[in-house]
Nanobody, 124 residues
Framework: QVQLAESGGGLVQAGGSLRLSCAAS????????MGWFRQASGKEREFVAVISWSGLNTDYADSVKGRFTISRDNAENTVTLQMNSLKPEDTAVYYC?????????????????WGQGTQVTVSS
């Protein structure tokens, strides 16, 4: 069992940066694949980034490549999402998710555990 809690959301101007953190509980954190998803108001939840259990493999949505960076610290049971050059279209609730499989996935229904989400608002 893995429990997740996101933090770090807030209001930022376009072009600014935010760093989201996800704290995980559970002894199996180092063996799970971790992902970030987001859901804008009135839209479907969409993939943002994913990182393998080792931290060596990552994948990003095209819309955030070159601007966002996902990383993890298995010793601290945390995964972070560094978001730079933010745009108004990045405004959404951001969710941390965990998947027991070692395979990277960009599909939300393949993740078993979810945090409560944190709001990110980017003003123009």
């Amino acid at each position: 069992q893995v429990q997740l809690a996101e933090s770090g959301g807030g209001l930022v101007q376009a072009g600014g940066s935010l760093r989201l953190s996800c704290a995980a509980s559970g002894r199996t954190f180092s063996s799970v694949t971790m992902g970030w998803f987001r859901q804008a108001s009135g839209k479907e939840r969409e993939f943002v980034a994913v990182i393998s259990w080792s931290g060596l493999n990552t994948d990003y949505a095209d819309s955030v490549k070159g601007r966002f960076t996902i990383s993890r610290d298995n010793a601290e049971n945390t995964v972070t999402l560094q978001m730079n050059s933010l745009k108004p279209e990045d405004t959404a609730v951001y969710y941390c998710a965990a998947r027991r499989s070692a395979l990277l996935s960009t599909t939300n229904w393949e993740y078993e555990y979810w945090g409560q989400g944190t709001q990110v608002t980017v003003s123009s």
